[in-house]
């Protein structure tokens, strides 16, 4: 089982759509979730971290389900801007001393 | 602040020749990492460092060096650059290990 899991996607949605993408973890240990969103050809940033009893910021929500080792993330009233490729990222407390990232989930918004 | 700063932000180079990548970060952070990412794929930890003098591997080394001189500096070294090291490479640079990274804009490499 890969350590940090995404569906690819793509996700086809029509601006003003609700989407939702999971993406399930490996390490029951882990402490540490958070969103990142790539555009094509830049550095990953920053969406938003993730906590145990859920959060919000503006459309986005983001959700943690320990039992079920999955997170969750929420766009609502799509925008075309919010075509992109987001990233799950998870902290495996391996002694690594690292965050895993998964491989992404790509949203394409079409007007 | 600049965050984290990359240079080069393009480069060539033939197969056999080598280069150092420079990644600069301005919070005073402890960890700094190097990735690739290859088309289409995600990010693979190359190394990474939890403070000045000290470096790790990560899940693909092989065929790169590091070096942490300083705090605010991460250098990634290949010696003898082959095709297939081909890729985006990110620096990136954190608190701490569970904590949120901050990556530089990327240095894509073509090696021919």
């Known amino acids: 089982r890969k350590e940090v899991e995404q569906d690819p996607g793509p996700f086809n949605v029509p601006e003003g759509a609700t989407v939702a993408f999971n993406c399930t973890y490996s390490?029951?240990?882990?402490?540490?979730f958070f969103w990142y969103r790539q555009d094509c050809r830049k550095e990953p940033k920053l969406l938003m971290s993730?906590?145990?009893s859920g959060n919000e910021d503006g459309r986005f929500t983001a959700q943690l389900n320990r039992a079920s080792q999955y997170i969750s993330l929420l766009i609502r009233d799509s925008k075309l801007s919010d075509s992109a490729t987001y990233l799950c990222?998870?902290?495996?407390?391996?002694?690594?001393?690292?965050?895993?990232f998964g491989s992404g989930t790509r949203l394409q918004v079409q007007p | 602040n600049a965050g984290v700063t990359q240079t080069p932000k393009f480069r060539v180079l033939k197969t056999g020749q080598s280069m150092t990548l420079l990644c600069a970060q301005d919070?005073?952070?402890?960890?700094m990492y190097w990735y690739r990412q290859d088309p289409g794929m995600g990010l693979r930890l190359i190394h990474y460092s939890v403070g000045e003098g000290t470096t790790a591997k990560g899940e693909v080394p092989d065929g790169y060096n590091v070096s942490r001189l300083k705090k605010q500096n991460f250098l990634l070294g290949l010696e003898s650059a082959a095709p297939s090291q081909t890729s985006v490479y990110f620096c990136?640079?954190?608190?701490?290990?569970?904590?949120?990274?901050?990556f530089g804009p990327g240095t894509r490499l073509t090696v021919t």
């Open positions: 390490n029951s240990a882990s402490q540490s």
């Open positions: 990222v998870v902290n495996q407390d391996t002694g690594r001393r690292a965050l895993t």
């Open positions: 919070m005073n952070h402890e960890y």
């Open positions: 990136a640079s954190s608190y701490g290990p569970n904590y949120e990274q901050y």
């Open positions: 993730v906590y145990s």
